[in-house]
């Protein structure tokens, strides 16, 4: 049974500064975060492989950062400079196929 449980999610002025965090039940090769801002598709916003490849939506290029530590089966996406645009569910998901239940980010 595969969990995830994200945490961090929360309102915010522009210009701040949130840290969201993902704790899987095993580890994942591919640990990445989406969002799903009201009446939009969801959006990849950052990816975190297990060969250390990273990947970031346009976005979310010089403002967030994702990192994980294997040992805790934990991944984290640090989000600076957030701004109105950025307000959505921010959802981690494990191997592009599991994802967990969601934390809002809501950025005024």
């Known amino acids: 049974h595969v969990q995830l449980v994200e945490s961090g999610g929360g309102s915010v002025q522009a210009g701040g500064s949130l840290r969201l965090t993902c704790v899987a039940s095993t580890y994942a090769y591919t640990m990445a975060w989406f969002r799903q801002a009201p009446g939009k598709e969801p959006e990849g916003v950052a990816a975190?492989?297990?060969?250390?490849?990273?990947s970031y939506a346009d976005s979310a290029k010089g403002r967030f950062t994702i990192s994980r530590d294997n040992a805790k089966n934990t991944v984290y996406l640090q989000m600076n400079s957030l701004k109105p645009e950025d307000t959505a569910v921010y959802y981690c998901?494990?191997?592009?196929?599991?994802w967990g239940q969601g934390t809002q980010v809501t950025v005024s």
């Open positions: 975190h492989r297990g060969d250390a490849l990273l």
């Open positions: 998901v494990r191997d592009l196929t599991y």
